[in-house]
């Protein structure tokens, strides 16, 4: 299913941002070219452990962190990036349970600093698990400058898949947002072998 983000900008001297969603070289272990089916000009991560595997755009740099939830971090130019963590829940999430499930992952969502959630999150279905789709604007301290995240939050029983995408600064996401779909589009579990 292709999600599209589109951008309504306007005026941004004036500090003015709509948007609306609509449904909507260095070579680390598990990273490989992307099979035939797979995006082209994009580069495959399989964690075989956290069970999934996702393509992200070559020339992107993987990023180490020393967060063993953090299981992909790769950037463009350190502004702009993609990220993947895998946590243990301790109850099952099945579709049903979505609209539970929204104060928990709103509550993640408005940890960051000056969110602003720029369209009602959206349940989605990727690789067959159900989640919910986040399109928010936040201010990055390190920069001081305005980005974007398009945050995913997908279930499959107690695993909770976290994709993070990030165009920084906001103007960056026009661009970014068809390469963010054809990522998320690649996300796979379980990890084919």
């Given at each position: ?77 350190r ?7 895998v946590?243990?829940?301790?109850v ?17 969502v ?41 945050h ?42």
């Open positions: 299913m292709r999600r599209t983000v589109v951008l309504f900008v306007g005026a941004f001297a004036a500090g003015l941002l709509v948007v609306v969603a609509a449904m909507a070289g260095e070579r680390f272990v598990g990273d490989s070219p992307s099979a035939d089916d797979g995006p082209t000009g994009f580069t495959e991560f399989r964690d075989e452990e956290a069970g999934f595997a996702i393509s992200y755009p070559e020339g992107w740099q993987r990023v180490p962190t020393g967060d063993p939830q953090v299981r992909l971090l790769v950037t463009r130019d502004l702009s990036s993609i990220l993947v963590r946590a243990e829940l301790d099952e999430v099945t579709a049903e349970d979505l609209p539970a499930i929204r104060s928990f992952t709103d509550g993640i408005q940890q960051g600093q000056d969110v602003e959630v720029r369209a009602d999150p959206t349940q989605v279905r990727i690789s067959g698990l159900p989640g919910i789709s986040y399109l928010y604007t936040f201010q990055d301290s390190a920069t001081d400058q305005e980005g974007v995240h398009l995913y939050f997908l279930f499959d029983d107690a695993t909770m898949y976290t994709m993070v995408m990030q165009a920084l600064p906001t103007e960056a996401f026009a661009e970014l947002a068809p390469t963010f779909d054809a990522v998320a589009d690649s996300f796979e579990v379980p990890a084919p072998s």
